[in-house]
């Protein structure tokens, strides 16, 4: 991919530029997240994580309350709020300039973090499905939206997920939730392909395989490959020994167009990002 169709996003009246990729860091206040290495659940953890993030290169933290892990344990909306509190009152303190996004599928943590915390992002693994009054909360609070794919929920989606037709279904779900976020007036949408959610190892290695036809809908699309199943089942390693396959399809997706790494190694990915667009200069 030789060159980027400018992209951007409305961060509170500031443009981010997603023609040059992006890294979103990950900082989970979960105790049962699938990679230990994001954790982050005292108010020095949280700073100390964050920092590192920083330095490394990340352009927006992702910061997530709700273990989305297959099996995860379900909690209430309370807890999963003030896990999010908790990490906010610290991030917004000690790095007032850096963007941040919050992981959730609760349209009314969304607008709390958003109303309170002033939160630039919502990322929302059901792509709406987990609560219908979400579509509506984001496009009223006029936030970027990440839209992802998934079928089910975190507790159920890797029970012999079946599609009679992978790649089209996956377009369709998409093109009918752009639709609707459109009709609400939603203006900044990025797409999630959902890479681990509800799908076996063949169907993400498929979808990677078709990553580049996501341009169709002439939005910014993320890539959340970082240390996932379809990295350390493949090679038979941990998820903690995933860093080089990783990279590896950091490398293949940015080569397809992703806008935005999301990720549990910054440097790592800057990395990716740096050679990548060495590479695209020629």
């Not at 990783?246 to 806008?259: C, R, Y």
């Amino acid at each position: 991919m030789k060159s980027r169709t400018p992209q951007f996003i409305n961060l509170k009246g500031k443009l981010m530029d997603l023609s040059v990729p992006r890294i979103m860091g990950i900082v989970n206040v979960t105790p049962d997240s699938f990679f230990d290495g994001s954790r982050a659940q005292t108010e020095e953890e949280i700073l100390q994580r964050t920092k590192t993030l920083i330095a490394q290169g990340t352009d927006i933290i992702d910061l997530g309350a709700y273990s989305s892990r297959p099996g995860a344990d379900d909690i209430s909306s309370d807890e999963e709020m003030r896990r999010l509190s908790t990490a906010l009152e610290v991030i917004r303190k000690n790095f007032p300039d850096i963007p941040v996004s919050v992981d959730t599928f609760r349209a009314d943590v969304a607008e709390r973090c958003v109303l309170e915390y002033e939160v630039d992002i919502i990322n929302d693994i059901s792509g709406g499905e987990g609560d219908e009054k979400m579509f509506e909360t984001v496009a009223r609070l006029q936030v970027p939206y990440i839209l992802m794919h998934m079928k089910g929920t975190p507790q159920t989606m890797q029970k012999s997920p079946t599609y009679d037709n992978f790649i089209e279904e996956v377009f369709i779900y998409f093109a009918k939730r752009i639709d609707q976020l459109r009709q609400l007036g939603a203006k900044d949408i990025i797409l999630d392909p959902g890479f681990g959610f509800a799908k076996t190892l063949a169907h993400n290695y498929e979808l990677m395989a078709h990553m580049e036809e996501f341009a169709m809908f002439g939005l910014p699309v993320l890539a959340g490959v970082s240390r996932k199943s379809m990295i350390y089942r493949l090679l038979d390693i941990t998820p903690q020994e995933s860093l080089n396959g990783t990279s590896v399809l950091h490398t293949i997706a940015l080569t397809k167009g992703a806008g935005i790494l999301r990720v549990h190694d910054a440097r790592e990915a800057a990395e990716c990002i740096r050679i990548v667009s060495e590479l695209n200069k020629y």
